[in-house]
């Protein structure tokens, strides 16, 4: 069993230029449960959920190519979540 929220619009800088882009919180197991593996770097693990730990965040594959020009350099960088950074993990 594996949860998300509801889809919501927030503001991410990622780069030069910030974009409001659609976003969901989402359970350490969700991409487990679906069977998806991320193209670079890590989906979500049970070390993410842990009390206290850095937020991070799994971006879709357009927002990648978009802000990140497609360069799998871009897992362990820092993205900004309405504020709030973020590492990208995958």
């Known amino acids: 069993l594996a949860a998300y ?6 503001s991410v800088l990622a780069g030069d230029e910030p ?14 449960t679906l069977g998806a593996r991320a193209l670079h770097g890590r989906v979500l693990g049970a070390e993410d959920a ?7 965040a799994v971006v879709s594959h357009a927002l990648w190519r978009e802000r990140f020009g497609g360069d799998a350099s871009a897992v362990g960088r ?3 979540v309405d504020g709030v950074p973020h590492r990208v993990v995958g």
């Not at 929220?5 to 927030?10: A, I």
């Open 5 to 10: 929220g509801w889809p919501s619009e927030v």
């Open 19 to 32: 974009a409001r882009v659609v976003a969901s919180a989402v359970t350490d197991n969700l991409f487990a």
């Open 50 to 56: 842990r009390r206290g730990a850095a937020p991070v």
């Open 78 to 80: 820092t993205l900004s």
